[in-house]
């Protein structure tokens, strides 16, 4: 398997607090991602990294941002979790923009 | 971006061959065939990618019409562990490098 670790693998907090997650991987792969993926919406793209510094957003990135401050650690931050940020994130690594991906085993997320 | 479009589920027989329909008819010529499958509550896994040619590994087989607007994933000998929801995604070339997954197959291997 893949190194690569997600934490927390479960956290609940309360609307309006800041949470980060964090991705980490062991592979020193030059792409990483963060996907949530909700019940009848599938996984969908928040914001990727094509190195360190480097980073753009997905498709769903409003009120998420990241950092990726060295090639292993790419954090994911709810500056301000809403109800509807809960959800299931999964982060992926890869080698290059157009090869497979790699994904953790996800961080189950619930803001009350 | 290349849609693909698959069946929402389909049923096999424990040790049959399951054979997976994904169509891509706006597939532009740089763009590659990925499959990806997720079992229940875990991160998705790589299965296999193809451009043009037919692609085997330990896991399946990719089988890629020669229009390439079509490919069909095969397993060969399922097992109740291959129950998944199968992702047939087109991707690479240009702009277009990221993973986007749509609805996929939930394939269900019955014993």
């Known amino acids: 398997d893949a190194g690569i670790t997600q934490s927390p693998r479960h956290k609940v907090t309360e609307t309006g607090t800041p949470v980060t997650l964090r991705c980490h991987q062991t592979e020193n792969h030059r792409y990483m991602y963060w996907y949530r993926q909700d019940p009848g919406h599938g996984l969908r793209l928040i914001h990727y990294?094509?190195?360190?510094?480097?980073?753009d957003k997905g498709e769903v990135s409003d009120g998420y941002s990241v950092s990726r401050s060295k090639t292993e650690d790419f954090l994911l931050t709810l500056e301000s979790a809403t109800s509807s940020q809960t959800s299931v994130y999964f982060c992926a690594i890869s080698v290059a923009a157009n090869t497979e991906a790699f994904f953790g085993q996800g961080t189950r997320l619930t803001v009350v | 971006d290349a849609k693909t479009t698959q069946p929402t589920s389909m049923d096999c027989a424990e040790g049959r061959a399951a054979n997976l329909p994904c169509n891509h008819s706006?597939?532009?010529?740089?763009?590659?065939v990925y499959w990806y499958r997720q079992i229940h509550s875990q991160g998705p896994q790589y299965i296999i990618h193809g451009l043009k040619n037919n692609e085997t590994n330990e896991m399946a087989s990719l089988i890629i019409t020669e229009d390439r607007k079509s490919s069909t994933l095969i397993l060969p000998h399922a097992t109740l562990r291959d129950t998944a929801v199968y992702y047939c995604i087109v991707m690479g070339g240009g702009s277009n490098y990221k993973l986007t997954f749509g609805k996929g197959t939930l394939l269900t291997v019955n014993p």
């Open positions: 990294s094509y190195g360190v510094k480097d980073t």
């Open positions: 706006t597939i532009s010529g740089n763009e590659y």
